[in-house]
């Protein structure tokens, strides 16, 4: 693979190997040498700033950087044998970074490729999977930093400082967000303040030529789409469609490209796309990834690079800053609903749940449910219906995994999230998880693997700083109004955007793979052939796989079709990188 190496393990005690980078993304000097991912911007100053900047103005700073914008830095100084890396708010470029032993004490290894990292290591210590990180991926459908599938080796958080000072790792805080809710204005007063901040925010995104624009027909890839139109007219949209209609968008997405003058360009999916492309998919994952949503992000960028395009805007971050998803609604409703029934959940507990009564009729059932999640924290709320919460983990993993292992971490971790905001309400710390799990180790890695597979640029207007702060200051009830998800973005939008698709029901990017599975036979000997390999790594109990396939030929094709994705993408990820 080809690679930037800064200096080589006899040269110096750090090392950074990554894809080539333009060459004013890098700076060598005997004192000091930075190494430069995306775009960062002087803090202040809209205009981006090179390597040779960086260096500059991280000595005048006495040793701190200040930047804004979407990018990661490497900043090494040789004579001091130390070195810091730094991650943006939402860490839209991952780095990995080990330390391996050297002839002259340890060494310090970073790159944007896991794989790559992996091999360097190899060479100096043994490399293991993690079986933790089995664990976490199957709660989280991907594996959520700082850790990777392998012991030692990190992944650099968004919003975080490392300094290594040639003996250990030091982490911090680089940004803290604080939801203060400041402002004192109208709903509409935000509004018209919010759509003229995105008209400045959005051109900073269109200034390279081959610019074109990913079109779900939801309202955030719409709004980007129609404001970077009054900057490129006619500008390149590409959108993905299915051949079921409870999938396909494509007429909201038409909607937006009638309505903006639009240059729009489809393609639709078939399962024979993703028994074709899945293996190019998982060679290029640097780790299991089980989000299904790769397959239209993949298919999308390379619709896009074929006619001729060099760099993508995504509208990612939109429900994330702005309250977009229904579960945010559903657990306000349920919170509110604990705090007034608080002094009677006991006697519920009782008569509900600790005597043999059953789950039906319905109604019972329900009431059974709503007493289980008043008992529950916000967080344990938000998974509920999490695949290890609905099927017990104790008889999914295999009695070695759970030896090996500790099957509450992952809930640990989303309650630690929700706890780490200060001063902040349930709605806010609820984003502030989702910025951390859903975007950063989610949906950007996502589409940033996507994009760099198919050869595009991809960036993110909505996660702009500057959309960012003003997020922080809006008061968590003009937010999420109660039966109006994104009121405040909606009310921006409002004369703007097609009526159709301000009230359009929010959909997403899904893959109907749990239907094709059951209709395609070259699919779903795929998957079953893939998940069924799963039985040589001792991972799980005997049965469980099979168990798995029952329930998606017998009960739920569409539910237990996310689960056979899941445990097909970690089967094909072990069997091609192990």
Same mark, same amino acid.
């Given at each position: 693979m080809p690679q930037n190496q800064l200096n080589t393990p006899a040269q110096g005690a750090v090392n950074v190997c990554t894809l080539p980078l333009p060459a004013d993304q890098v700076w060598r000097q005997a004192d000091i040498e930075v190494y430069c991912f995306g775009q960062p911007r002087r803090a202040g100053d809209r205009s981006p700033v090179t390597a040779r900047q960086i260096a500059r103005l991280f000595v005048d700073a006495g040793g701190q950087l200040l930047l804004e914008g979407h990018f990661a830095a490497v900043i090494y100084q040789p004579q001091q044998r130390s070195c810091w890396i730094y991650a943006d708010r939402f860490g839209s470029h991952r780095l990995y970074f080990c330390q391996t032993p050297g002839p002259q004490g340890n060494q310090l290894w970073i790159s944007d490729n896991l794989q790559q990292l992996k091999q360097q290591r190899a060479e100096q210590a043994t490399v293991e999977l993690s079986q933790q990180a089995m664990v976490n991926y199957l709660f989280f459908h991907m594996i959520p930093s700082p850790e990777t599938i392998y012991k030692e080796i990190f992944c650099l958080q968004p919003a975080e400082q490392i300094y290594w000072d040639g003996v250990e790792i030091r982490r911090q805080p680089g940004w803290t967000p604080r939801f203060d809710q400041t402002s004192e204005q109208s709903a509409p007063e935000l509004a018209d303040e919010l759509l003229a901040l995105m008209r400045e925010v959005v051109p900073d995104y269109c200034q390279q030529e081959r610019t074109g624009c990913f079109l779900s027909g939801g309202l955030d890839s719409s709004s980007i789409a129609g404001l970077v139109s009054e900057t490129l007219p006619k500008t390149d949209v590409f959108s993905i469609g299915f051949p079921i209609e409870q999938y396909n968008e494509l007429d909201y997405a038409r909607t937006a490209v009638n309505h903006f003058g639009l240059t729009g360009h489809e393609y639709i999916m078939s399962p024979e796309d993703v028994v074709d492309a899945l293996p190019q998919i998982i060679a290029s994952m640097d780790q299991p990834f089980g989000n299904s949503s790769v397959m239209p992000a993949y298919f999308c960028a390379k619709l896009a690079k074929s006619q001729g395009i060099d760099r993508l805007i995504a509208g990612d971050g939109g429900d994330e800053l702005f309250a977009g998803n229904e579960r945010y609604a559903q657990q306000l409703r349920l919170d509110r609903l604990r705090q007034r029934l608080r002094p009677l959940i006991g006697i519920l507990d009782l008569s509900l749940l600790q005597l043999p009564w059953p789950d039906k009729p319905a109604l019972l059932g329900k009431a059974k449910s709503l007493t289980r999640q008043l008992k529950m924290s916000v967080p344990q709320n938000l998974e509920y219906f999490n695949f290890l919460n609905l099927l017990d983990r104790d008889a999914i993993f295999s009695p070695a995994l759970l030896a090996a292992t500790d099957q509450n971490e992952p809930d640990r971790? *989303?309650?630690?999230? +929700? =706890?780490?905001?200060? !001063?902040? !309400? @349930?709605?806010?710390?609820?984003?502030y998880m989702?910025? &951390?799990?859903? $975007?950063? =180790?989610? =949906?950007?890695?996502? @589409? !940033? !693997?996507? *994009?760099?597979?198919? /050869?595009v640029e991809v960036v993110y207007p909505l996660l702009d700083d500057r959309l960012v702060d003003f997020a922080l200051k809006i008061p968590a009830e003009i937010k999420l109004v109660p039966g109006d998800l994104r009121h405040l973005y909606? &009310?921006?939008?409002?004369? +703007? $955007?097609?009526?159709?698709?301000?009230?359009?029901?929010?959909? /997403?990017?899904?893959?109907? +793979?749990? $239907?094709?599975?059951?209709?395609?036979k070259a699919l779903r000997d795929l998957a079953y052939d893939a998940i069924a390999s799963l039985d040589q790594y001792d991972l799980f109990r005997s049965g469980f796989v099979d168990d798995v396939k029952r329930r998606h030929q017998q009960e739920h094709a569409k539910h237990y079709g996310e689960l056979v994705w899941i445990l097909m993408v970690l089967a094909m990820w072990l069997d091609r990188h192990r």
């Open positions: 971790r *989303c309650q630690t999230l +929700f =706890d780490q905001p200060q !001063n902040a !309400n @349930v709605l806010d710390r609820m984003l989702d910025w &951390k799990h859903t $975007l950063a =180790d989610n =949906d950007l890695t996502k @589409v !940033n !693997n996507m *994009c760099r597979l198919a /050869g909606k &009310k921006a939008m409002t004369g +703007f $955007l097609p009526e159709k698709i301000i009230h359009k029901t929010k959909h /997403g990017f899904g893959l109907p +793979f749990g $239907l094709w599975t059951t209709e395609h």
